[in-house]
């Protein structure tokens, strides 16, 4: 085990750093096969973008043994009293506490070249990589995520969160939770239980599962491949010349694109002919539809133009009868207009979907305008039983309006419920990202991650103008969203702005 200092010894160091020496690795070799490196960190918050890490616990272990690192991390900003209660950690202890800068060389040695262990992995790891990123360096290495390791190894149980797996394993904790090196040491002494209670074997084929890549096409490049995200998002797959494959989005990028290209998908044409993947990581379902219809935009230039879309409008008779007809996006705003049904590519569809309504629920479609009327008696679907007889007078023009509305109204395009344009905000399960979509009229102006990233583009008007046409594909994706928000927040464009 490891031989644990006390963590008050060091603390007058400007670093509050807590290093502890090497001790035997006492599980044998199925421990020491890999170098790894446990990791917990304490953060201002849960949001990526604008929270920063206050403290790093390592747990480093290969065939020498395992080691401990600890160390305090100024934020250069003040933390809630919330996290404070949270964790211990004040600003007072913060205050001579090295920053993230001053610490990122040391701390790149340690976790270079092992594999990167944590609770919930995405959320350590994602705010690793990002607290580099912001110095300009670029961190990578491969992550497991003992959450994903629990529930692999002991599928029959349905929690495992940190304090579920300690308590039924019957790991005793040593120091505070929700101190770092505390919870890094936990999962540390969770995987030596782990290897007493199971085959090494079984526990090598599960991380091997969940942490190694197929062997890849020769032709594709692994360095954009291991960049690939455990998140929400949309992606492409392209062949020769930039030839379109696929496009799909999907709730975990790097799981989804990886499946592409395990053994038994090697006789495919996907694994055979891919040749590049782009990928657009989301904080959710949301972003990650806006995705893959602009993946599919890029990849076909199709123009973002809807002019030659259809839509049928009641027009009212004087007979008291409403007669549909056809409307072309260009011509009519379809975003204001509250009197529009159905939305057809082309007029071909429109024709072709009316009149299979009209077949379906016995309209006459002479008085519809799909047939000319005929000049001595019923029409030709009344002879064959699928007219009521609207155009003889069997039936009178008010109930073939009625009916035909009633008929009508589920396909009832919904207009913008909005005076201008809207933020919709959306997060990830973790709070560490959040993306705001702006859209105006059924049409995505852009996606920002973060408020800051979208003031400033509000501010220098590096956008869209807000004043876009009406978008089907968009229109098809955000109606379910407006109705019911769920997880999605909106708000009025002004509401940000001012």
């Not at 070249?113 to 961190?139: C, P, Q, S, V, W």
């Not at 009519?332 to 009149?355: E, M, Q, V, W």
């Not at 220098?460 to 009406?470: E, Q, V």
Request: proline share 6%.
């Amino acid at each position: 085990m490891i031989a644990h200092l006390n963590p008050l010894a060091l603390a007058e160091t400007r670093s509050n750093l807590v290093e502890r020496p090497a001790t035997a690795a006492t599980e044998g070799d199925a421990l020491a096969t890999q170098a790894l490196v446990f990791v917990d960190l304490e953060t201002s918050g849960a949001n990526l973008a604008n929270d920063r890490i206050i403290e790093i616990g390592l747990v480093e272990v290969d065939a020498d043994g395992a080691r401990e690192w600890s160390v305090l991390v100024n934020p250069e900003t003040p933390l809630s009293a919330f996290i404070s209660g949270l964790t211990g950690i004040d600003d007072a202890m913060l205050r001579p506490a090295a920053t993230f800068r001053e610490l990122a060389p040391a701390l790149l040695e340690r976790l270079r070249g092992r594999l990167f262990i944590a609770h919930n992995a995405r959320f350590d790891y994602g705010f690793l990589r990002g607290e580099f990123k912001r110095l300009g360096t670029e961190f990578r290495a491969p992550t497991l995520c003992t959450v994903k390791l629990s529930r692999r190894l002991f599928p029959e149980h349905h929690r495992h969160n940190l304090d579920t797996l300690l308590s039924r394993h019957g790991v005793t904790v040593t120091g505070d939770r929700h101190r770092a090196l505390t919870d890094a040491r936990a999962l540390w002494d969770l995987w030596q239980c782990w290897h007493r209670l199971l085959p090494a074997a079984t526990i090598r084929d599960a991380v091997r599962t969940l942490v190694g890549r197929p062997a890849l096409p020769p032709q594709l490049d692994a360095a954009s491949i291991d960049e690939l995200p455990e998140a929400a998002g949309a992606y492409a797959l392209y062949g020769e010349n930039d030839r379109l494959l696929l496009i799909k989005r999907c709730a975990n990028l790097r799981q989804q694109v990886l499946a592409h290209f395990a053994v038994e998908q090697r006789d495919r044409p996907i694994f055979r002919d891919t040749r590049r993947v782009d990928w657009r990581e989301t904080a959710g379902e949301l972003g990650a539809r806006l995705s893959e219809i602009a993946l599919a935009r890029a990849a076909t230039n199709r123009p973002e133009t809807f002019d030659d879309w259809c839509s049928w409008q009641l027009r009212p008779q004087a007979d008291g009868e409403s007669r549909p007809r056809l409307m072309l996006a260009g011509d009519l705003d379809f975003a204001l207009a509250d009197d529009l049904f159905g939305l057809y590519p082309n007029r071909r569809d429109a024709l072709r979907s009316l009149r299979k309504l009209a077949e379906a629920n016995r309209l006459c479609p002479s008085q519809l305008g799909l047939d000319p009327p005929s000049q001595d008696g019923p029409c030709a679907a009344y002879r064959q039983k699928n007219c009521r007889g609207a155009c003889i007078g069997k039936e009178t023009p008010a109930l073939h309006g009625v009916r035909l509305l009633t008929v009508l109204a589920k396909f009832k395009l919904m207009v913008w419920p909005y005076k201008g344009a809207v933020v919709l905000s959306e997060s990830d399960d973790f709070g560490m990202r959040t993306d705001l979509h702006l859209i105006d009229r059924w049409r995505h102006l852009g996606t920002w991650h973060g408020e800051d990233a979208l003031l400033e583009a509000l501010r220098t008007g590096d956008h869209p103008s807000s004043g876009g046409r009406f978008d089907p594909d968009i229109y098809h994706v955000l109606r379910r969203y407006l109705r019911t928000p769920g997880k999605i927040r909106i708000r009025p464009l002004s509401a940000t702005t001012t």
